[in-house]
């Protein structure tokens, strides 16, 4: 088997989510724990109680989602032993995981850093009135232009046939329209709190940098496929650079998993809530064989070759 870990990004989120990892796997719980104890407040309370409306703010969400997901992963090795993957990678916070993974950094100086980051998007959320759309099917060309000519930005590149549209809501809403009439049928207004990977968030990124500038990070033996480049980092500089880069930046997620395909991974490990990156991977690369590790029933019918 020649693995790549991926790890669940915002808004794979439920309320007691991990909680059956929690109970079951003595690995997991420290990782739990540890979250408490870093962040000096019950974020596993938030996790496994809510309510859903505070487990949403991308303060609490980021490390929420960061600590399940490294609770899964902990659980994971317990029972299989220590698996060196061919790369790692994670979609937008969830690179935090993945850098984690692959030995970049230790558990807390992730929490801390995601503790930061979540505060700061959190900030330019609320300084700006953005939104985000899902457009399903259509020419990328035609997207990317009416962007352009709109003046928002492609947020994330998730699979064939699927980005993201990023920017200042009234804008959003004139390209869904745009896109509309010019024959794209499933353009959808999504959900979120700001227009997270556009220009809006470039103050975030901003305030990210200095945070990271005091963080103690390496360069990890384990490729990690950056969202912002699709590459992995010949430097700790570069690394840094591209975590902040990513905050305002476009997810470059279907690039990501053709690279491990490249690289020669056969099989995708999703930790983390849900199963979004699995189903993104599966209309990449459909001959994948694919396994989620998201809940203690998962993990025990996780079956590996």
Not at 172 to 191: D, P, Y
Not at 226 to 234: G, L, P, Q, V
Not at 260 to 266: C, I, L, Q, T
Request: hydrophobic fraction near 45%; include cysteine.
């Amino acid at each position: 088997m020649k693995a790549f870990f991926v790890f669940s990004g915002q808004g794979a989120q439920t309320v007691g989510m991990g909680r059956d990892l929690f109970e079951s796997s003595a690995a997991a719980r420290k990782v739990f724990e540890e979250a408490d104890e870093v962040l000096g407040y019950k974020l596993s309370d938030i996790i496994f109680n809510g309510p859903i409306e505070k487990l949403t703010e991308s303060i609490y969400c980021q490390d929420a989602i960061y600590t399940t997901s490294c609770a899964a992963y902990a659980a994971f090795t317990e029972k299989f032993g220590k698996i060196t993957p061919v790369a790692c990678a994670g979609l937008s916070l969830g690179e935090y995981g993945a850098l984690y993974c692959a030995g970049a950094f230790d558990f807390a100086t992730g929490a801390k850093l995601l503790a930061a980051r979540g505060k700061l998007m959190d900030e330019a959320c609320r300084a700006t009135v953005g939104a985000m759309a899902s457009v399903l099917g259509g020419d990328l060309e035609v997207i990317k232009a009416v962007c352009k000519e709109i003046d928002i930005d492609v947020a994330n590149y998730n699979c064939p046939g699927q980005v993201v549209i990023s920017g200042e809501k009234s804008k959003v809403e004139a390209a869904v329209a745009e896109l509309k009439a010019r024959g794209l049928r499933k353009v959808i207004m999504l959900n979120v709190a700001g227009a997270f990977h556009s220009r809006l968030m470039k103050s975030a990124g901003a305030g990210l940098a200095s945070v990271l500038e005091q963080a103690d990070i390496c360069v990890p033996a384990v490729p990690v496929y950056h969202n912002f480049t699709a590459d992995k980092a010949a430097s700790v500089e570069e690394l840094k650079s591209n975590l902040v880069n990513q905050v305002a930046g476009s997810v470059r997620w279907e690039d990501c998993v053709r690279r491990a395909v490249a690289d020669g991974a056969d099989t995708v490990i999703e930790f983390g809530p849900g199963a979004v990156l699995t189903g993104l991977v599966r209309r990449t690369a459909s001959d994948l064989k694919l396994v989620n590790i998201n809940s203690a029933a998962s993990l025990e019918s996780a079956v590996l070759e």
